[in-house]
Every structure is written in C-alpha cells, then in structure tokens.
C-alpha cells in the first residue's frame, strides 16, 4: 500500500507549513513555491493515478494550484493546509472523472453490422478466448483493473485512490470530500466490492 | 459475528479503519472461519494486484508543471512560449553539465533526444501524444533515499534528513549534444562497465573536442584497461594531431598492460613522423613484448631509421 510521503510529513510538519503559508499568504513568492514543492509530488500523482493521462494530470496541477495562490489569504488555519489542498485537488478531479464519465456513456455502444454491442462484453468474450500464458494473464488483469476502477463511481473512486494509493485515513478523506467518515467507510466498501465482481476470476 | 457482517468488514480491517473492538471481534471470528480467511486472503491478492498499477510521476513532467504554474503566476507567457530552462536543460545542470546555448524549441524534430521524454517530445513537435506516453511510462523514475539522521523531539514529533537520488532514463541519438555531454559524463563514472561502454561510443565522436580531451585523458589515467583499449581506438582518426602522438608515445612507454601497448603501437605507426624516430628507438630498447618490437622496428625500418640509438 503506498504511503503518501509528502502528505504525511507535510501534515505532521506544520509548524514550518505554517510559516512558509504565512509568508506567502505576505506575498512572498519563494515562501510559495516552497510550498508548492512540499505537497506537489503527491497531488501530481494523484491526478495521473487517477486520469491515466499526462497532459490531463498537468492540467490538474496546474488549475488546483492556481486556484490555491488565488485563494491562500482566505485560507484560516482551520484544518490542515494539506486538507484545504485536497479539497481542491479532489474537486477539480472529481469534476474531470464525471466529465470522462458522460463521455464515456455516451461512446460506449458501438455500432456493428449485428447491431448494437457493448465494449464490455466484447472485451469479456476476448477474455475468455484468451492465451493461457502468464504475460498474457498479467495484460489481463492490467485492462481488468482498468475495467474495474472505470466502474467505480467518481466518489467511490475518488475514496479508494486517497486511500488504497495515498495512505490516507478514511476520517481525514471524508474531511476533503465534505463528507462523513461513515460514508467514506461504506464508499471503500462498495469500491471493493465492485472490484472483486468485476475481478473475479483473478483475485 | 455472522459470516455476513463480518465479510462486510473485510475490506475496512485490511486498511486498518476499524476500532480496535470491531478489529478483536473480526480476529475473533477469523480464527474459528475458514470462508471467511479466504476472503481476507482474496483482499490482500486484490490490494496486491492494484498496488501494481501505482503510477510513478515522471520527474520532468514534475519540473514541467512546477515551470508552468510559475511563468503563470509571475503573469507569464502562455506556456508553449515560455523561455525559462526545460527540464532536459535542468537535468543536464543538476548532474553537473554546463550548458550554453540549448533551445529545444528550435530542435529538429527526428528521433534524436527527448524520445524517452516522449510526453514533453510530443508537446513540442505536436506528435500524437498517445504513442510516446506509452515510451515514457516504461522508465519510470526511481528514488533511492539515503536517511542522514533521524531526530525525535520534545512534542512526539521526528525529523528525518535524507538524501534522494534519482533514477532516470532517457535515450537519443549520438549526434545530440545533450547524449554527448551525459556520455562525457559517464566517462568518469565508478562504475567501470559504465566507463566501458560510454568510451566505446564517445570514441565514434572523437571530432568533438570534449571528446578528444576526455579520450586523452581516460588513455592515460583510466585504471580499467577495457576502457583505455576503447580510448586508444578513439584517438586513431586523431593522429595529426601531435598532442594525440605525444599521448601515444606516453602510453608506449608507461601502461602496464601490453594489450594497451599493442593497440598504441598499432595506431601509432598507422602514420610516419620522423621525428618521433629517436622514442621509437628509446622505447624499442625498452620494450619486451616481441610483438610491439617487431612493430617499432619495421616502423623505424619504413623511417630509414636504425633500431637503436648508437
């Protein structure tokens, strides 16, 4: 399970956080950028864990923190630095997985000369036809995987990133995404529970 | 606990998130449960499996961003017009290169450099950038972190200094400057083998005068006689050159190993200079390796020279 080294000591080291947020909340830019460097990796990570795609997780980045140097003076000491950011960071990836997701419905039924078929099942017959050989089992269960976290919702996916990929507690994810700890405890669940429907045959 | 309920807890007692009491009572029911270990066990395989497709973050497309988000807030450039350093620039500075003069932007778009970096290639040649990402996420960056010193605090807190170092691959083609500054620098790597195999290519450049240096140099000085034999068969289109002949002759007389010795008399009495007649002479009286004295005396032969000095 990965830890989240740069949340995690970013979280536990607040009284230099602190200092460089206030410096920079003073308009000091290098105060900024150090901040920027503190908590950049991982949330960089985040989004091209979640987007699978470079140029979406720079776009991420980029417009999170932004958004974050617009908005830092309004930023209160309230909860930690590194929950702020996330909400940030979370939101704008939720807002990209519901975009992906509406793309995603309208293209997936495809047309043939039999009429109308479903990706998903097309993949399943393939599946089944499959070589038995180990590397073709592993290219399996990668677009498997891929499979399985397409059918999360983007909460469910959301929730299982932060904590399955950045080690953070379920207490603190229900913090960043206004919710309950309860809900992120029954949001793990169903991710779980979807991934092993759908992953079956090879877990 | 039923079967029922705890199954439902499976996945929050895998990632730690229940109470202590709700983890006792799934223990508990675990020992006495077969069907239930099992579906444990299928948790961890699940979480295994997943932990595979980690994604690691390229460090220049890191840079990439970081470059971005500043040239944006200092009211910058839109960022395909940005002039501060690329990351191909700041990696070559951070490993120590000195560099004037490189512009990306204005590279030919070929397969030279930047084809493991192929997201940032694809940014700039405009490129599908389907096709290199795939490159790209074959090399992923490794961190190796040296912890320097560990100290606890007074408030329960602990500081831990360490050093990073990382790993990083990219390709290109020999004709690129930035491939021909790394290999000079992986010319004086530790690592013999690196040493080797960076000397076999640099010696195809020797037209470089970096590389003519570092070929003089390593021919000399290099400990590893794979890479001083390499050296040698660098400088052999290098002979007109004296400070190239001077070397030669240097090695002729002081390397130890006589495979060296060979390959420098070979190269050497590829080209007639009269006026190395007399340390042909010197060395021919020196040397006992029947091979590099028959090759000194038919090059003094072809001088008109005797073979000893009377």
């Known amino acids: ?203 | 606990m039923t079967c029922d309920s705890v199954s439902k807890l499976i996945p929050l007692y895998f990632y730690g998130e229940l109470t202590p009491d709700e983890e006792d009572r799934v223990e508990d029911h675990l020992h006495e449960c077969a069907e239930c270990t099992t579906a444990l066990a299928r948790q961890r395989t699940l979480a295994a499996a997943l932990d595979q497709r980690q994604t690691e973050v390229p460090l220049l497309l890191l840079e990439d961003c970081r470059m971005d988000l500043m040239a944006a807030i200092q009211g910058g450039a839109p960022r395909q017009e940005k002039s501060s350093k690329g990351p191909w620039t700041l990696f070559l500075e951070a490993i120590g290169a000195t560099f004037t003069g490189l512009n990306r932007l204005q590279r030919p778009v070929g397969a030279v450099a930047l084809i493991a970096l192929g997201f940032f290639a694809s940014r700039f040649t405009g490129g599908n950038p389907a096709a290199p990402i795939a490159t790209a996420s074959t090399s992923p960056d490794e961190v190796i972190a040296t912890v320097r010193s560990v100290h606890p605090d007074s408030a329960g807190h602990v500081q831990i200094a360490f050093d990073e170092t990382h790993r990083r691959t990219v390709s290109g083609s020999m004709e690129d400057q930035n491939i021909q500054k790394l290999l000079l620098a992986a010319a004086r790597e530790e690592d013999s083998a690196v040493r080797v195999e960076s000397m076999g290519l640099l010696k195809t450049r020797a037209g470089s005068g970096e590389v003519r240096d570092e070929l003089l140099n390593a021919v000399v000085n290099d400990p590893n006689l794979g890479v001083r034999l390499e050296a040698l068969k660098g400088l052999k289109p290098l002979l007109g050159d004296p400070q190239v002949r001077k070397t030669l002759l240097q090695v002729l007389r002081g390397d130890e190993s006589a495979a060296v010795r060979k390959e420098a008399v070979d190269v050497l009495v590829t080209q007639r200079d009269d006026s190395m007649v007399s340390a042909l002479q010197s060395l021919y009286q020196k040397e006992d390796n029947n091979y590099i004295r028959l090759k000194l005396q038919k090059a003094l032969k072809d001088m008109n020279a005797s073979i000893g000095t009377f």
Not at chain 1, 55 to 64: H, K, L
Not at chain 1, 180 to 194: D, H, I, P, S, Y
């Open chain 1, 1 to 203: 399970m990965a830890q989240d080294a740069a949340g995690a000591v970013g979280a536990r080291l607040s009284p230099q956080v602190d200092s460089l947020i206030r410096a920079a909340q003073r308009g000091d830019q290098d105060a900024f950028e150090q901040l920027v460097r503190t908590y950049d990796q991982s949330v960089l990570r985040l989004a091209m864990n979640l987007l699978r795609s470079p140029e979406d997780a720079r776009d991420v980045y980029q417009e999170a923190f932004l958004r974050v140097y617009r908005n830092l003076h309004a930023f209160r000491f309230d909860c930690s630095f590194h929950t702020w950011l996330y909400r940030i960071v979370t939101n704008i990836c939720l807002d990209q997985l519901r975009k992906r997701k509406v793309r995603k419905e309208e293209s997936s039924v495809v047309e043939t000369s039999d009429g109308a078929i479903d990706r998903m099942d097309a993949f399943e017959e393939d599946a089944a036809e499959a070589d038995p050989e180990r590397s073709m089992w592993n290219r399996q269960l990668k677009d498997k995987i891929e499979d399985a976290l397409r059918d999360l919702t983007p909460r469910e996916r959301m929730v299982f990133e932060l904590r399955h990929y950045q080690g953070l507690r379920l207490r603190n994810i229900g913090e960043m995404l206004g919710t309950t700890e309860e809900a992120a405890k029954n949001c793990l669940f169903r991710a779980t529970q979807k991934m092993r429907a759908v992953l079956g045959d090879f877990v």
